[in-house]
């Protein structure tokens, strides 16, 4: 076992570690203890975008989009593993959770199917009426507001994902209409 292998097999087993001591919510899978409009929580470090006291955050005077992660987060849903969720939030309130599923291509329907099936246990998912579902989007209405879309992206090498995002409707189209004043909500 080389040195790097040995140090994420480290990381894999106190995650798992952590996870076990501390299982996550099955009752709000992704969300992890946070509510759609809440600030980042104090154990998220942000990654990307107009985080709190960075340069562009201050150049601009505002904090629009910007990305976190939480330090320890749940790398699985069921059996399936995914990767450490994103965190988006706008203006400094939570609008959308994201992860990947890390599956074998020749699993990832099942994997969608097992992952899709814990979110409808605690989401109550009910697929969008003339939504086009097709190989690339599955996209389902779920309690309290929230969307859950899975997608995946043709990219050169062939098609990537699926990727999870669950986020609140009414805020992701305030996003929208922030940024294009001519969008109309679907």
């Given at each position: 076992?080389?040195?790097?292998?040995?140090?994420?097999?480290?990381?894999?087993?106190?995650?798992?570690?952590?996870?076990?001591?501390?299982?996550?919510?099955?009752k709000?899978?992704?969300?992890?203890?946070?509510?759609?409009?809440?600030?980042?929580?104090?154990?998220?470090?942000?990654?990307?975008?107009?985080?709190?006291?960075?340069?562009?955050?201050?150049?601009?005077?505002t904090?629009?989009?910007?990305?976190?992660?939480?330090?320890?987060?749940?790398?699985?849903?069921?059996?399936t593993?995914?990767?450490?969720?994103?965190?988006?939030?706008?203006?400094g309130?939570?609008?959308?959770?994201?992860?990947?599923?890390?599956?074998?291509?020749?699993?990832?329907?099942?994997?969608?199917?097992?992952?899709?099936?814990?979110?409808?246990?605690?989401?109550?998912?009910?697929?969008?009426?003339?939504?086009?579902?097709?190989?690339?989007?599955?996209?389902?209405?779920?309690?309290?507001?929230?969307?859950?879309?899975?997608?995946?992206?043709?990219?050169?090498?062939?098609?990537?994902?699926?990727?999870?995002?669950?986020?609140?409707?009414?805020?992701?189209?305030q996003?929208?209409?922030?940024?294009?004043?001519?969008?109309?909500?679907?």
């Amino acid at each position: 076992m080389t040195k790097q292998h040995g140090w994420l097999f480290c990381l894999a087993s106190v995650l798992l570690s952590l996870l076990t001591v501390c299982p996550v919510s099955a009752k709000e899978p992704l969300l992890n203890g946070l509510a759609f409009g809440d600030p980042p929580a104090p154990d998220m470090v942000c990654i990307r975008g107009a985080c709190e006291g960075s340069r562009m955050a201050a150049k601009t005077g505002t904090k629009r989009i910007s990305t976190y992660k939480r330090v320890v987060d749940q790398t699985l849903l069921g059996r399936t593993e995914i990767t450490a969720p994103k965190y988006d939030f706008f203006d400094g309130r939570l609008f959308r959770v994201r992860a990947s599923l890390m599956c074998p291509k020749d699993l990832e329907l099942v994997c969608v199917t097992e992952v899709t099936d814990i979110l409808d246990d605690s989401y109550f998912l009910d697929p969008v009426p003339h939504a086009p579902r097709s190989r690339s989007t599955h996209l389902y209405n779920a309690s309290e507001g929230m969307r859950v879309a899975i997608t995946w992206a043709l990219m050169r090498n062939g098609w990537e994902g699926p990727l999870v995002s669950l986020y609140h409707r009414e805020r992701m189209d305030q996003i929208r209409q922030t940024f294009n004043p001519r969008y109309s909500q679907p």
